[in-house]
């Protein structure tokens, strides 16, 4: 403590940083550990595991098919109609960020005349009972049969009552694709494993899954992002913003990706996946979400301890690798602290930690954005988790379009080194699973559809002239609605 004070005083007197902005020294230079030099004069350590595979490898196999369709529409107010098109059609109406849940508002708006005094008029209840659909049909027509009733039981005349008109989207994105889904086993040459940590982490901390799975047969990348473990650490703030960050792990995914690739994040890393998955939406077949937090735009906050003087964040640096510890473990007993020291884990400077939060700013990543993914994706929670509320997990389990929640009972928001065998377990029964294949459907008839009376056959008969017109209007309207996306794309 009496070191941080005299070096946070040298660094208040020179105007100097006193911290020495440059990796961490490390003297682990074995196999497996490259340096890759992303920019000139900006390198990153990765850690490359490639496996001894036996010879003969085991089939790809057939996996199965997911249909990806589904119309998201954002209203200036901040809600968010999701309306999920594939085989399991279901309609779904989600609050805004603002945690306002109206299940009415998104489709219809009330107003009233400019003179008036009264309030807008109140939700139909009819409305509330077609709780599957939530469409616009549905609530303009339940609005009409108030309107008529409202002739009959003598209330006011329907002109005096605010009148109603469907409300205008801000962004509409339709989504419509096949995804074809199966197995990652670890004999499958063209599968490839990304861990990326978040904000004071390195790929120490992944020293455990990383074990595992190459044990496994899987090809592992990890990267120190810049300024973090033994990557290189460039004393310009804007080296750490996060389209900086973005680019690195972008150029590290192009230099070993697969033709299969699982992105494994934890916290900030989190939003790196997701970056990576917007961009090469083909490779990236998995995605795991460790503690990520909400489907919500990044932004500085204005109002936090790391927006103090670098030589002040120096001085309390004891203070907060002990908040660190308390908030990121579910226990801070001794094991937890070696887990740290060995891990390097929050040992980075003073100086690129706070560049680092307060470059958290990427107003693209909102919930439109994450509900655009069409890729697996496994969420992680630990249940002590102080950083992250679990609320946060499950708001981006209800955005993704296919999603998996799992809570660790026994976990906080380091729970890759708490638990590492539950961790490990869940990832890679994630990395084993593929969609079910549905059973064919049987084209000779039945015997009992044979053995029909006549009156039947021939009223069959009637009903198969008549199908093949309507498979032909259903497909002009398929082809048509079709164009029409592309148009609004």
Same mark, same amino acid.
């Given at each position: 403590?009496?070191?941080?004070?005299?070096?946070?005083?040298?660094?208040?007197l020179?105007?100097k940083?006193?911290?020495?902005? %440059?990796?961490?020294?490390?003297?682990?230079l074995?196999?497996?550990?490259?340096? %890759?030099? %992303?920019?000139?004069?900006?390198?990153?350590? =990765?850690?490359?595991?490639?496996?001894?595979?036996?010879?003969?490898? *085991?089939?790809?196999?057939?996996?199965?098919?997911?249909?990806?369709?589904?119309?998201?529409?954002?209203?200036?107010?901040?809600?968010?109609?999701?309306?999920?098109?594939?085989?399991?059609?279901?309609?779904e109406?989600?609050?805004?960020?603002?945690?306002?849940?109206?299940?009415?508002?998104?489709?219809? =708006?009330?107003?009233?005349?400019?003179?008036?005094?009264?309030?807008?008029?109140?939700?139909?209840?009819?409305?509330?009972s077609?709780?599957?659909?939530?469409?616009?049909?549905?609530?303009?027509?339940?609005g009409?049969?108030d309107?008529a009733?409202?002739?009959?039981?003598?209330?006011?005349?329907?002109?005096?009552?605010?009148?109603?008109?469907?409300?205008?989207?801000?962004?509409?994105?339709?989504?419509?694709?096949?995804?074809?889904?199966?197995s990652?086993?670890?004999?499958?040459?063209d599968?490839?494993?990304?861990?990326?940590?978040? =904000?004071g982490?390195?790929?120490?901390?992944?020293?455990?899954?990383?074990d595992?799975?190459?044990?496994?047969?899987?090809?592992?990348?990890?990267?120190?992002?810049?300024?973090?473990?033994a990557?290189?650490?460039?004393?310009?703030?804007?080296?750490?913003?996060?389209?900086?960050?973005a680019?690195?792990?972008?150029?590290?995914?192009?230099?070993y990706?697969r033709?299969?690739?699982?992105?494994?994040?934890?916290?900030?890393?989190?939003?790196?996946?997701?970056?990576?998955?917007? *961009?090469?939406?083909?490779?990236?077949?998995?995605?795991?979400?460790?503690?990520?937090?909400g489907?919500t735009?990044?932004?500085?906050?204005?109002?936090?301890?790391?927006?103090?003087?670098?030589?002040?964040?120096?001085c309390?640096?004891?203070?907060?690798?002990?908040?660190?510890?308390?908030?990121?473990?579910?226990?801070?007993?001794?094991?937890?602290?070696?887990?740290?020291?060995e891990?390097?884990?929050?040992?980075?400077?003073?100086?690129?930690?706070?560049?680092?939060?307060?470059?958290?700013?990427?107003?693209?990543?909102?919930? %439109?954005?994450?509900?655009?993914?069409?890729?697996?994706?496994?969420l992680?929670h630990?249940?002590?988790?102080?950083? =992250?509320?679990?609320?946060?997990?499950?708001?981006?389990?209800?955005?993704?379009?296919?999603?998996?929640?799992?809570?660790?009972?026994?976990?906080?928001?380091?729970?890759?080194?708490?638990?590492?065998?539950?961790?490990?377990?869940?990832l890679?029964?994630?990395?084993?699973?593929?969609?079910?294949?549905?059973p064919?459907?049987?084209?000779?008839?039945?015997?009992?559809?044979?053995?029909?009376?006549?009156?039947?056959?021939?009223?069959t008969?009637?009903?198969?002239?008549?199908?093949p017109?309507?498979?032909?209007?259903?497909?002009?309207?398929?082809?048509?609605?079709?164009?029409?996306?592309?148009?609004?794309?």
């Open positions: 403590m009496l070191t941080s004070f005299m070096d946070s005083l040298f660094c208040c020179t105007g940083s006193a911290n020495v902005v %440059v990796p961490v020294e490390t003297s682990e074995a196999d497996g550990y490259e340096f %890759v030099e %992303v920019k000139p004069g900006r390198v990153l350590r =990765v850690r490359h595991i490639i496996p001894d595979r036996p010879v003969v490898e *085991e089939p790809t196999g057939q996996g199965g098919s997911v249909s990806c369709k589904r119309k998201i529409t954002l209203y200036r107010n901040g809600q968010l109609f999701i309306e999920n098109l594939g085989d399991r059609a279901r309609t109406l989600t609050s805004g960020q603002n945690g306002e849940t109206d299940p009415n508002s998104a489709a219809e =708006v009330e107003l009233t005349d400019g003179g008036g005094s009264s309030p807008p008029g109140s939700v139909p209840e009819a409305n509330k077609d709780s599957g659909t939530g469409g616009k049909d549905g609530a303009s027509e339940s009409a049969g309107a009733t409202g002739e009959t039981t003598g209330q006011p005349d329907p002109s005096q009552q605010p009148r109603k008109r469907k409300r205008k989207p801000k962004r509409t994105v339709v989504i419509d694709c096949e995804r074809k889904i199966s990652c086993k670890g004999t499958h040459s599968v490839a494993l990304f861990f990326i940590h978040g =904000v982490g390195s790929l120490d901390i992944w020293g455990s899954q990383m595992f799975f190459s044990r496994l047969g899987y090809e592992v990348i990890a990267p120190d992002l810049a300024g973090h473990g990557s290189s650490a460039p004393q310009i703030a804007a080296a750490y913003t996060f389209y900086a960050l680019e690195d792990m972008r150029l590290i995914f192009k230099r990706a033709k299969r690739n699982i992105l494994i994040g934890h916290s900030y890393g989190v939003s790196f996946c997701t970056f990576l998955a917007h *961009e090469y939406p083909e490779q990236i077949h998995k995605m795991v979400m460790i503690n990520g937090g489907p735009a990044l932004e500085p906050s204005l109002c936090s301890i790391f927006n103090l003087p670098t030589c002040v964040l120096h309390l640096s004891p203070l907060l690798a002990w908040s660190f510890l308390k908030a990121g473990f579910a226990r801070q007993g001794a094991k937890e602290k070696q887990l740290l020291r891990n390097n884990a929050f040992n980075v400077s003073s100086f690129v930690l706070r560049a680092m939060m307060s470059g958290q700013y990427w107003p693209e990543g909102d919930e %439109v954005y994450h509900g655009e993914l069409t890729v697996p994706i496994l992680v630990g249940m002590y988790d102080k950083f =992250v509320p679990i609320e946060e997990d499950q708001r981006m389990a209800e955005i993704l379009l296919m999603a998996f929640l799992k809570v660790l009972d026994d976990g906080s928001h380091m729970v890759m080194m708490e638990c590492p065998e539950a961790v490990n377990t869940l890679h029964e994630f990395l084993l699973w593929e969609p079910a294949t549905p064919k459907k049987e084209s000779k008839t039945r015997p009992e559809t044979a053995k029909a009376r006549p009156d039947s056959t021939k009223a008969s009637d009903t198969a002239k008549v199908r017109a309507t498979a032909k209007q259903s497909s002009s309207n398929g082809s048509q609605g079709t164009t029409d996306n592309q148009a609004k794309r």
